[in-house]
DNA sequence: CGCCAGGTTGAAAATTGTCAACACGTGTGG
DNA sequence: CCACACGTGTTGACAATTTTCAACCTGGCG
């Protein structure tokens, strides 16, 4: 087994964690640890906050709701910090489980704020991997908002995909991927059962292949053109110079085009 | 017409922006200035990114889509900073527009970097204002996620009460509300018309009264029970010493609970 | 006055969810 | 070894929610 190729190849194209010298992990971040499949991350044990960095497997961030129901906020790829959002806010009822056997380093809310004190970069690196990660949450926000269950399902697998060949887990074809529908299914705001139905339809089409284990996208260009799909706001690892889009002065859209 | 009043309150409350000294305000913010209702707040003008301070007025932050339509990702109220999130984000394309005339304060991503770097503290508000905003975004993700629209609309006005509260722009049962519907729709991810039906709903059982202007809360208490409102995600302004709830201690609902 | 955005309503259509059932693979205990 | 439970994937039929289309009313404003 590689121990931390996906690690190593993130820190390279640097999108969470990358920005922390490896002296700052061995310092302030726990030593790695193994945590079994389908198990919790503890982000509150009562006795203070806490984050993680996920070194290897896959894990989630989610809510759950009174009626037992529970939205996946978000899906922790090799490289991502975990919970670091929630680690300055006393109360929210965030928490996080893994999806496959994982390793991760543990980051007390204590840790955090002598990391974050510590120097001006390590400051600016934290701050960063939160402005990373919220907006990868308001992608996701306008997916389920805005979007029909196969648009949300395509945009969704594009943006995993797109994520996952940063730090080196992707082809150009498609990812190994251990989520369930359920799991996808409750990220996206569908049903299981609605989402297999869409999935079918998307892989009768011959446009994505969602099968245990793996994602195949036969066509990424015309799976990005069916849901809109825009990579923009994924930050590129280091910088392109930007073509802008800047129509719009008006308030709202639509009306008065001409 | 009180000039500030509300901005005030903000300080002393202190969600956002007030954590930051008033001098902090005065060396690296622009001077107050006056934006009329419905215009767009320019995020990115090719130059460089900018954020911006709420003093007075209703903003919003949206994204739009390839077919023309818009998600609203957050409602910004007097105290609240505006595009700080994407500040550090190369290309994104998140865009901001006032509700009503407004006053702001710009900061310039350049600023943003060296108040950032001036002091701890300013490090540490910038990115608490940052993990609060996080924090609002993924609660507004549930809400279109996993709830039913009528829930949705409730949640969300509860919630926009809870945070007008924090800054004294509030009643015990109700708010001032410059929101038009389209503009709640397109937040939640509901049509205008369907809105407009769930919100006769709500008028009727006499749970929630929107109109032009104004929202009436009658039964907060009963509200909340409709759509499952729990405030603990918003921060406490100070500390109040947490009351933390903190249940299910178990792994995910149900299974291997023993 | 006429325009326009916002609000309101009805009726029909589309999307999505619910209920019920079955197939499959894996792991456990009899 | 087999039976059985369990999670996942799959499908059909039906019900509920939400959208679309098409009006009409209202008030502000030039």
Known sequence: ???STAFDTKTESGVSAALLDHESLCRH???????????ELDLDDGDGKRAYL??????????????????????AIPGDLIGIGALRRRT????????TKAVVRELTAASFDVLFSSSVEAGMALLGALSHDEGVTVEHLVDIGRRTAT???????LELHERLSRVGLAEADGFRCPLSQPLVADALGLTAIHLNRVLRDLRTRNLLVF???AVHLPDRRRLADLCGYDPAYLDP????GGVRTKRLTDASRGREAG
């Not at 929210?92 to 999806?99: G, H, R």
């Open 1 to 3: 087994m590689p121990s």
């Open 29 to 39: 971040f726990g030593r790695p640890r193994v945590i079994e499949a389908r198990t």
């Open 54 to 75: 996920l070194l290897e497997g896959w894990a989630y961030t989610y809510k759950l709701l009174v009626d037992g129901n529970r939205q996946i906020v978000g899906f």
């Open 92 to 99: 929210d009822d965030l928490m996080a489980a893994t999806v």
């Open 151 to 157: 648009e949300r399902v395509s945009h969704f697998m």
């Open 211 to 213: 099968r245990t284990g």
């Open 237 to 240: 690892p280091d910088d392109t």
